[in-house]
């Protein structure tokens, strides 16, 4: 199983960047999925969950209406859109087999 983390960098507030989490060595469509993020000092969290079949997302209150989470399981991938970015959501970014393996995480600063 392996997952791999990519589109991270860093953003101006008010900004977007989209994350992709490519996923190989299971069959991708019968899992949920799930992003976290962990900020320094802080501990991890959840952000968003996507159903196996991308039919039911969940969002944690802090980027609900702001983020958006996907998949495309023809290509093993799930994304996480993430609008209108604020400095609190600079962290290290990581998606996540429900519920046993994890990506290595992908860097997002939002700075001016």
């Known amino acids: 199983v392996q997952l791999v983390e990519s589109g991270g960098g860093l953003v101006q507030p008010g900004g977007s960047l989209r994350l992709s989490c490519a996923a190989s060595?299971?069959?991708?469509?019968?899992?949920?999925m799930r992003w976290y993020r962990q900020a320094p000092g802080k501990e991890r969290e959840m952000v968003a969950t996507i159903s196996s079949s991308g039919g039911s997302r969940s969002y944690s209150n802090s980027v609900k209406g702001r983020f958006i989470i996907s998949r495309e399981n023809a290509k093993n991938t799930v994304y996480l859109q993430m609008n209108s970015l604020k400095p609190e959501d600079t962290a290290v970014y990581y998606c996540?087999?429900?519920?046993?393996?994890w990506g290595q995480g992908t860097q997002v600063t939002v700075s001016s």
């Open positions: 060595g299971f069959s991708f469509s019968n899992y949920d």
């Open positions: 996540r087999r429900m519920f046993d393996y």
